[in-house]
């Protein structure tokens, strides 16, 4: 079952890195954005999304 959860958050993981660095503002920050945790990738990804809002 633990085997299952870690491939479901690495997942998710990736999912939100390509996002990120797919847009704009992030490309080039690939390494950086390879240190950080679900939770963190999280909290950017809205930000993005808030800030594609605001233009």
């Known amino acids: 079952m633990a ?3 870690r ?5 998710k993981k ?3 890195k390509t996002k990120l660095l797919l847009s704009e503002f992030y490309q080039g920050r690939g390494e950086q954005l390879a240190d950080y945790t679900l ?14 809002k605001e233009i």
């Open 3 to 5: 085997d299952v959860l």
């Open 7 to 11: 491939r479901a958050i690495n997942q």
């Open 14 to 16: 990736q999912f939100l």
């Open 39 to 52: 939770s963190e990738l999280e909290k950017e990804y809205k930000s993005l999304q808030k800030m594609k």
